[in-house]
């Protein structure tokens, strides 16, 4: 929905962000309908997007049958059942993309690294443009969990992004992980009966906020533009003989 500027949960922006479209992917190792600390906290940017009027989708991967490998379609490579081309449309679709995980062991999950996978399968597709075609979209993520490790993960998991051509803005990870050891994890109640763990964290609240914020502004910015020009990084350029200003190795 759009802004309200007489509300006050709303921000006083007045960019229109209706023509975007996101999707959120909760890399939990928990299936559905079981509560996931994750989808708590891709929530917070959930919200944000939603009141500002991006189309916004959730996919909870673990509950369809991803199978492992990188092509886009691994029945064609021997798997007896492979979900991925049709969550893949739905990557295709959206300018904003929102990996969340939680930390096990200190990395991502295991559903989160299949994810990257797949994203990968799809890394030599091009664009109208000639360029990758995960160019023009960004890409952000949240990481939860009660052990440390969120910039470790989010160092991963922002880097494999921008490697298959994702635009990643300032700022475009957040994270809650309380005290090391066990115990409650993001949006669990408190003993004292008093809240939800985490909710009331600031670092963790401004952190996603600006996350979001960020992501919708860089889609806007390369919405906009048209995406990210396509001189000097169009593979179809390339292979047709451009050089784009790159010196010949053998006159150098």
Not at 174 to 186: H, I, L, Q, R, T
């Amino acid at each position: 929905m759009p802004n309200d500027k007489n509300d006050p949960h709303t921000s006083s922006d007045q960019t229109d962000f209706s023509d975007l479209n996101a999707l959120t992917i909760n890399c939990t190792l928990k299936l559905s309908p079981e509560g996931s600390h994750t989808d708590k906290l891709l929530g917070i940017a959930e919200a944000i997007l939603a009141r500002n009027g991006v189309a916004i989708e959730q996919v909870r991967l673990v509950d369809h049958n991803i199978a492992p490998g990188v092509f886009p379609d691994m029945t064609e490579h021997g798997a007896d059942q492979d979900d991925w081309p049709n969550i893949w449309e739905k990557v295709k679709a959206a300018d904003i993309l929102v990996v969340g995980t939680p930390i096990w062991l200190g990395e991502k999950s295991s559903v989160c690294q299949r994810l990257i996978e797949r994203l990968y399968a799809h890394s030599g597709q091009t664009n109208e443009k000639g360029q990758y075609v995960f160019y023009g979209k960004v890409g952000g993520c949240i990481v939860t969990g009660n052990e440390d490790g969120i910039k470790h993960v989010g160092m991963g998991v922002l880097y494999s992004l921008q490697h298959v051509g994702y635009t990643i803005p300032p700022q475009a990870d957040a994270g809650w992980v309380g005290e090391a050891g066990p115990g409650p994890s993001y949006g669990d109640a408190r003993e004292d009966g008093e809240g939800y763990v985490g909710f009331d964290n600031d670092f963790t609240r401004r952190n996603t906020t600006f996350m979001t914020w960020n992501l919708m502004h860089m889609a806007r910015m390369l919405k906009d533009a048209g995406g990210i020009p396509a001189h000097g990084n169009s593979v179809d350029l390339w292979n047709d003989g451009r050089r784009f200003d790159a010196p010949n190795p053998e006159y150098r």
